[in-house]
């Protein structure tokens, strides 16, 4: 009786230190000192501790204990999965799900272009602005032309703000079957589409408002010098033309 009363003392102050170097790991791990609460989890899951086995899976699927190690991370889930442990099951169930949807994931990684957000009425084309214009119905064309231009620009811009940064543009639930090195390659890559397309925009919106300013100074200029004509009579120079003419073409003996 002895004997077995000291085997359970012993296998109950075995517990207890376990319990305590948990606590510990745990602690370290909320401090974000990840290489000693790694070590502390490592010794108690091959200890066989479904609790530690666990973190240790997520630290492996996170990439804090080091680089992301999904394998590993699998590893751990499986042994402590297989003792019923509910987070660990439900990390496998998300790696399964990783595995059927890998090209969803590889598309927000690699292969977004940011093409929808330059479509539909978010396209907008370059308007047509001849060099200079003497009509008032081609002044009033070319006018309403870049009107429009500017107000398709303008939804463009707003629409652009509003999904910025562009990870806001992956679905939830594909999100959550990321893991922290796709995730930060997702973000690198949508940021370099965002610079892109917003730099493709402001270099196209450049050269229509150069063509504008150059189209309204050459109508404004004839416009001002077409009214002038109307308001005093010939100019000096025109007046003269006009009279070389006449003298030229005047009958004889006059």
């Given at each position: 009786?002895?004997?077995?009363a000291?085997?359970?003392?012993?296998?109950f102050?075995?517990?207890?230190?376990?319990?305590?170097?948990l606590?510990?790991?745990?602690?370290?791990?909320?401090?974000?000192?990840?290489?000693?609460?790694l070590?502390k989890?490592?010794?108690?899951a091959?200890?066989?501790?479904?609790?530690?086995?666990?973190?240790?899976?997520?630290?492996y699927?996170?990439?804090?204990?080091g680089?992301?190690?999904e394998?590993?991370?699998?590893?751990?889930?499986?042994?402590?999965?297989a003792k019923?442990?509910?987070?660990?099951?439900?990390?496998?169930?998300?790696?399964?799900?990783r595995v059927?949807?890998?090209?969803?994931i590889?598309?927000?990684?690699s292969?977004?272009?940011?093409?929808?957000?330059?479509?539909?009425q978010?396209r907008?084309?370059?308007?047509?602005?001849?060099?200079m214009?003497k009509?008032?119905?081609?002044?009033?064309?070319?006018?309403?032309?870049?009107?429009?231009?500017?107000?398709?620009?303008n939804r463009?811009?707003?629409h652009?703000?509003?999904?910025?940064p562009?990870?806001?543009?992956?679905?939830?639930?594909?999100?959550?079957?990321?893991?922290?090195?796709?995730m930060?390659?997702?973000?690198?890559?949508l940021?370099?589409?965002?610079?892109?397309?917003?730099?493709?925009?402001?270099?196209?919106?450049?050269l229509?408002?150069a063509?504008?300013?150059?189209?309204?100074?050459?109508?404004?200029?004839?416009v001002?010098e077409?009214?002038e004509i109307?308001?005093?009579?010939p100019?000096?120079?025109?007046?003269r033309d006009?009279?070389?003419?006449k003298n030229n073409?005047a009958?004889?003996?006059?």
């Amino acid at each position: 009786m002895k004997k077995t009363a000291l085997f359970c003392l012993s296998l109950f102050l075995c517990g207890a230190a376990l319990a305590d170097e948990l606590a510990d790991a745990n602690a370290l791990f909320a401090k974000k000192e990840y290489a000693q609460a790694l070590q502390k989890y490592t010794r108690l899951a091959n200890a066989g501790n479904v609790e530690a086995q666990q973190h240790l899976g997520e630290m492996y699927w996170y990439g804090e204990a080091g680089a992301v190690d999904e394998a590993r991370a699998q590893g751990w889930f499986t042994k402590a999965a297989a003792k019923g442990n509910a987070v660990a099951i439900a990390s496998l169930e998300v790696m399964k799900q990783r595995v059927a949807r890998r090209a969803d994931i590889d598309y927000w990684i690699s292969k977004y272009d940011g093409s929808e957000l330059r479509s539909g009425q978010y396209r907008c084309p370059a308007p047509r602005i001849p060099a200079m214009s003497k009509l008032n119905d081609e002044i009033e064309r070319v006018g309403a032309s870049v009107q429009a231009w500017q107000d398709c620009y303008n939804r463009f811009v707003e629409h652009l703000n509003e999904v910025s940064p562009l990870t806001k543009l992956i679905p939830a639930d594909l999100s959550k079957l990321m893991n922290k090195q796709e995730m930060e390659q997702a973000t690198a890559h949508l940021a370099l589409v965002h610079d892109n397309v917003a730099e493709g925009a402001k270099v196209s919106a450049k050269l229509v408002l150069a063509d504008f300013a150059a189209w309204r100074s050459a109508t404004e200029a004839y416009v001002a010098e077409h009214n002038e004509i109307v308001k005093g009579g010939p100019s000096e120079a025109r007046q003269r033309d006009i009279d070389a003419r006449k003298n030229n073409y005047a009958p004889a003996g006059k």
